[in-house]
């Protein structure tokens, strides 16, 4: 992601785009190897996402929000 970002072009919008396909991908995994369903829980992947959020969240300023909402794509 660091080097997918690492250019002269705005570029915030798809990072943000990458990390919620991470995620999507991350819990399709997790559920595909406990044989789970999409409206059952895990609880591994219940972790996973909040330490995942957490990292965003402290990575993350309201200048970076803005900057993304303000991207017409």
């Given at each position: 992601m660091l080097?997918?970002?690492d250019t002269d072009k705005p570029s915030l919008h798809l990072v943000y785009n990458m990390?919620?396909?991470m995620i999507k991908k991350l819990k399709?995994?997790?559920y595909r190897h406990e044989g789970k369903r999409d409206d059952d829980e895990s609880f591994f992947y219940d972790?996973?996402?909040k330490i995942l959020v957490n990292w965003l969240n402290k990575?993350?300023?309201p200048?970076?929000?803005l900057?993304?909402?303000l991207n017409p794509k």
């Open positions: 080097k997918f970002a990390w919620d396909t399709s995994t997790i972790m996973m996402h990575s993350n300023t200048l970076h929000y900057a993304h909402s």
